[in-house]
């Protein structure tokens, strides 16, 4: 066990130069699935790590409901512990549960209350509210709908509805809303990953904007769309992606639109600054799943050793 339980706590800071690399070098598809795999492994290695803490810290406590050889001398001589870390990671680990049930009661929430103002109109994938506030957002579901207020249709042309409706079904068909929870979940379970939860809400919009761009036919005219929309946009009254998404950095979008279309690899080559950071990304996830599963091979058989029959 020794420095190994610790090792995936910090770990996610290896992940830290992929995010604003992929940004800008990566094709957005590949940018998203990349960080959010890195996002989530990371997460679950840091938080099993946080947990085997929180059993070695429990077990030093008076009254634990943990059976007496756990907290034997010669069991704590065999498991390398630090008693201080091991009672910190029980309200650390407290704080993590909280923070991620939050997420995930509000990403629920803020669906069911969507789909429930929804619910009166006539079904159909494409609502249209008769609302002079522009905005527009994908709500995800049993069944996808796109909403989008006359307001904001009388701002655009033809071709930019068309494009705007585009990059909306884009969100719904690539459920870029289990992405964006995966993200704002492993944030939640480790602060050292809340870079990586901006970036994926970035590229999730790249993607939908790359998507729309190949069903429209036309990059000027989804730069267009993205630009005007987000002129005349007072905000929607459910946060667009049931709740997770923004509508990031626009001048980067529009910028990145009026280029040539990203290229679309599978992983960047090595020797590019992409490729290298992806690799150290890779590395250290690798380093933290092996660090969390030796820790808790290594305490689950001391641990059952100790334990009577």
């Known amino acids: 066990m020794g420095v190994f339980v610790f090792l995936p706590l910090v770990l996610p800071l290896t992940a830290w ?31 099993m ?17 943990l059976p007496d050889g756990w907290s034997d001398p010669e069991v704590r001589a065999a498991v390398p512990y630090d008693e201080l870390a091991g009672k910190a990671a029980i309200p650390a680990l407290l704080a993590l549960v909280f923070a ?18 929804l619910a009166e109109l006539p079904p159909g994938p494409v609502v249209v509210l008769p609302d002079e506030t522009p905005y527009a957002y994908a709500l995800p579901g049993r069944r996808d709908r796109i909403v989008v207020t006359t307001g904001m249709l ?3 042309t033809a071709a930019e509805r068309r494009a705007l409706l585009a990059h909306e079904g884009a969100h719904l068909a690539a459920r870029h809303h289990r992405f964006l929870l995966t993200v704002w979940l492993a944030a939640g379970a480790n602060p050292f990953l809340r ?29 267009r769309a993205v630009g005007k929309a987000a002129l005349v946009s007072h905000g929607a009254p459910f946060a667009t992606i049931a709740g997770f998404a923004t509508a990031g950095p626009v001048p980067r979008r529009v910028a990145a639109l009026l280029q040539p279309a990203p290229v679309a690899r599978l992983w960047p080559p090595v020797f590019t600054l992409a490729g290298l950071a992806a690799w150290a990304a890779a590395a250290g996830t690798t380093a933290s799943a092996l660090s969390s599963a030796n820790s808790a091979f290594t305490l689950f058989f001391i641990l059952k050793a100790a334990t009577p029959i």
Not at 196 to 202: F, P
């Open 100 to 117: 991620c049930t939050r997420t995930a009661w509000r990403h629920h929430r803020v669906r069911h209350h969507a789909q429930r103002a």
């Open 17 to 47: 130069p992929i995010a604003r690399v992929a940004e800008q070098h990566l094709h957005p598809r590949v940018a998203t699935w990349l960080l959010t795999v890195v996002a989530g492994v990371l997460a679950m290695c840091s938080t």
């Open 154 to 156: 009388a701002e655009l």
């Open 49 to 65: 790590c946080l947990a085997l803490l929180v059993v070695v810290g429990t077990a030093q406590l008076p009254g634990n409901p």
């Open 195 to 223: 870079p990586l939860r901006t970036a994926v809400a970035y590229t999730a919009e790249r993607w939908a904007d790359e998507s729309a761009a190949e069903a429209v036919g036309s990059r000027r005219t989804v730069a």
